[in-house]
């Protein structure tokens, strides 16, 4: 089975800082990889997400992520933190066979951005 | 277009009353899914349907029962609720049921059972 593993539950950073939340994943077969977005009171939101091909993935508001497969990583990142990317960030794989219904989520990363 | 709705957004149960919660979409999706959301434990797929008048179950479905009678509606029952059941409960859809479908959620039901 896959599994996703967020390290750091609570990441607080400084507004104009780097961001950098970090995900492992375990996969018997090529991943598909997302990375969902829930702001307070909200339902998620897809941020970006990695099918085939290049392995940076660009998504909205200015967060990209990598698809590390030496290393089973895909990690967030956004240059410059602002106060409104503060929210719980969930990272989610799909299973071996591909479908939607075998998507697994992570345990979470809520983002804290101090002034 | 309001996307996937879902009510109510809050209900506080005693234990062994039942509900329904809701959730509708107005994209013409064909797959549905209910999750509930634990505090550090993510998401949880609890059922999911493929289309109209189809159901199945997810990773952790005891205790609970679901409909599809509508293509854009899909409710979530709680026979008897146990307090087992407080959690967060979101309602998503894709258009189908591959793993490279974005799932859109709505905005979720915080559910107590006392």
């Known amino acids: 089975a896959q599994s996703v593993t967020q390290l750091g539950s609570h990441v607080s950073v400084s507004e104009g800082a780097l961001v950098l939340l970090r995900c492992n994943y375990s996969s018997s077969v090529p991943p598909y990889l997302f990375w969902y977005v829930q702001y307070p009171n909200q339902g998620l939101q897809l941020l970006l997400k990695y099918t085939t091909g290049a392995t940076l993935v660009k998504g909205i508001n200015g967060f990209e992520a990598e698809f590390k497969k030496s290393e089973t990583s895909f990690h967030l990142t956004k240059p410059s933190a602002h106060m409104s990317d503060a929210a719980e960030y969930f990272c989610?794989?799909?299973?071996?066979?591909?479908?939607?219904?075998?998507?697994?989520f992570g345990s979470g990363t809520q983002l804290t951005v101090l002034p | 277009n309001a996307g996937v709705t879902q009510t109510p957004k809050f209900r506080v149960l005693k234990t062994g009353q039942s509900m329904t919660l809701l959730c509708a979409q107005d994209?013409?999706?064909?797959?549905m899914y209910w999750y509930r959301q634990d505090p550090g434990m993510g998401l949880r797929l609890i059922h999911y349907s493929v289309g109209e008048g189809t159901t199945a179950k997810g990773e952790v479905p005891d205790g609970y029962n679901v409909s599809r009678l509508k293509k854009q509606n899909f409710l979530l029952g709680l026979e008897s609720a146990a307090p087992s059941q407080t959690s967060v409960y979101f309602c998503a859809s894709s258009a189908l049921g591959r793993g490279t479908d974005t799932q859109y959620f709505g905005p979720g039901t915080r559910l107590t059972v006392l």
């Open positions: 989610a794989v799909t299973g071996p066979s591909g479908s939607a219904r075998q998507l697994t």
């Open positions: 994209m013409n999706h064909e797959y």
